[in-house]
């Protein structure tokens, strides 16, 4: 039996996206992190890199009207330091504050909010050269870059995102060598994930200083954890990558403190800690943002990482790869309310890259996407149902984009871009996205 799921009043639906993953307009900034991975041969797919990608850079106009035309109540996006910090500090790059003041005013004049990211992983290259997240101070440069961007957009962005999945910077680019900047080190990787939680304490005041009545919080990228079997192995497997994943950030900054129990597990390799970083992480936040993707069924694996490994159930499975599993969405907003008790949740990130294909008629019939969109949104509804704080949903992601190793590869948008014109093409799922916002309801 079908029926229509209302969402609250005031839900605020929109898209997300990140400034390395679409801006282009490489000339007009500083070098970042990413685009020196780009050039390390065998890491990003064919060798693509961020110089174009969507030249959102110079057809922002076009892509907020787009925005409109759909309906979108709110957009998130990232700021790119090395465009306004060229070589992270010191001095600021005007044309890029410029850039950010005429994306926020054309949002405005649209009556889309904006929702602001100030790191979604284009640390400047000239401090990757001092040490990166690696070394302490560049939690202080982020504190500074925090006050340049406040300074500027404060008076009209009242929504910021410290950080974009901090688990991905840490253990992506330090421990697995996948992201930028392709290290495989664990105590490096706990050191560069402490000094990302510092950075985001540290901006906190700054960013309430700077913008009044700020709603300020940080996006995590988190999962639900299956034990594969109900053995106790595997049971203690779920429990370690849990505490991994998830823990390991939720608990600094909700509780102040790391998860005991992975903090034994590390033992010498665990991260340098000053008195009061702890204090400072732990400031309170106005809201958690929440990427959700897919869940993790785990095993347990002597010989492996932490002696677990992920297995692959029967399933549903998107073009990464990633088991289609809406349920553990409810799962998740419903654990991270009991736990952890957010003053607000937002879905900062949800989607799934299929194989699109343009169609001569200019249409992409993206059936699986819409399929996965509504069954997304109907599992967040139950969760609100159930009590869970859900004030708004960005779906990853506004257009396709450079997928990070992926290159070009993998294609996330509800709006289709095809890489040689540069020309967008709204997909089935962006119509399917503008009448659920329209009618504040999905129909399950
Ligand atoms: C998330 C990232 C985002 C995008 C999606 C697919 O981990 O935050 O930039 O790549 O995955």
Redesign the pocket.
Known sequence: MSSVLEFPQGFLWGTAT?SF?IEGGIEERGRCIWDDFCRWPGKVFEGHTGDVADDHYHLYRDDVALMAELGMKAYRFSISWPRILPEGKGEVNTKGLDFYNRLVDTLLEHEIIPFVTLY??DLPSALQRLGGWAARDTAYRYADYAGVVVKSLGDRVHHWITH??PW?VAFAGNLFGAHAPGWEDLPLALQVAHHLLLSHGLAIPILRDGSRGAHIGITL?LSPVHPATSKVEDVAAAERQDGFFNRWFLEPVFKGRYPEDMWAIYGYQVPRIAPEDMRIIQRPIDFLGV?Y?TRAVIQHSPSKFLDLEQIYPEGEYTA?HWEVYPQGLTELLLRLTKDYAPQALYIT?N?C?CEDELTPDGQVHDSKRVAYLRAHFAAAHQAITQGAPLKGYFV??LMDNF??AFGYSRR?GIVYVDYSSLKRYPKDSAKFYASVIAQNAVKS
């Open positions: 990140a993953q979604h992983w974009n999945e991905v990228n990427n993707y990464m990130e989607g890259a990853w992601s997928e990070w996330f």
